[in-house]
T-cell receptor, first 115, second 111 residues
Framework: DAGVIQSPRHEVTEMGQEVTLRCKPISGHNSLFWYRQTMMRGLELLIYFNNNVPIDDSGMPEDRFSAKMPNASFSTLKIQPSEPRDSAVYFC?????????????FGPGTRLTVL | GQSLEQPSEVTAVEGAIVQINCTYQTSGFYGLSWYQQHDGGAPTFLSYNGLDGLEETGRFSSFLSRSDSYGYLLLQELQMKDSASYFCAVREARRDDKIIFGKGTRLHILP
């Protein structure tokens, strides 16, 4: 099992540019989560999908952030335009179901730096 | 609002026992989970408490008391590789089932 796959692992961009982060969940998992981690704010849930449908996007900071899950094996998180305060590690996680008992498996993360 | 509180740092000696506490303020939740994260790595699941009481998994145990709004992670026979950050998390029992993580506790282990 390859685990959750994220790309790119590192991204450095300039303020105002569009950034797209990608995630492939574990095959057979039907819940997918996007998190952002910073020293100041810790680990924050941005959005999660169940069966490709967004369930809770209340953590998405603002309209500059958008997420899609066109099929069960792929999701993107897009920031447009990016700002320096978006610099963080972005994790994608997946779980078999959406119940609280379902273990979430995290990807390796994408370290984003916005200059 | 809803929040989880953990100590920011804890220091212990190799071979000893350490307890990491998590207190929460939320109107209702399904259960308390614990995750471990090494520097530069991703969080990995350690344990889940859906009911009050103690859950044991090898050297790690986790405890939940809903009446006290309190839980803890207990690590025994500490090893240097246990140096990491530990996060508690809950899924709130609301329509959107929002997931909240604590800010994490950095565990330093001394030889």
């Amino acid at each position: 099992d390859a685990g959750v796959i994220q790309s790119p692992r590192h991204e450095v961009t300039e303020m105002g540019q569009e950034v797209t982060l990608r995630c492939k969940p574990i095959s057979g998992h039907n819940s997918l989560f996007w998190y952002r981690q910073t020293m100041m704010r810790g680990l924050e849930l941005l959005i999660y999908f169940n069966n490709n449908v967004p369930i809770d996007d209340s953590g998405m900071p603002e309209d500059r952030f958008s997420a899609k899950m066109p099929n069960a094996s792929f999701s993107t998180l897009k920031i447009q335009p990016s700002e320096p305060r978006d610099s963080a590690v972005y994790f994608c996680a997946s779980s078999f179901g959406s119940a609280s008992t379902d273990t979430q498996y995290f990807g390796p993360g994408t370290r984003l730096t916005v200059l | 609002g809803q929040s989880l509180e953990q100590p920011s740092e804890v220091t212990a000696v190799e071979g000893a026992i350490v307890q990491i506490n998590c207190t929460y303020q939320t109107s209702g939740f399904y259960g308390l989970s614990w995750y471990q994260q090494h520097d530069g790595g991703a969080p990995t699941f350690l344990s889940y408490n859906g009911l009050d009481g103690l859950e044991e998994t090898g050297r790690f145990s986790s405890f939940l008391s809903r009446s006290d709004s309190y839980g803890y992670l207990l690590l025994q026979e500490l090893q240097m590789k246990d140096s990491a950050s530990y996060f508690c998390a809950v899924r709130e029992a609301r329509r959107d089932d929002k997931i909240i993580f604590g800010k994490g506790t950095r565990l330093h282990i001394l030889p």
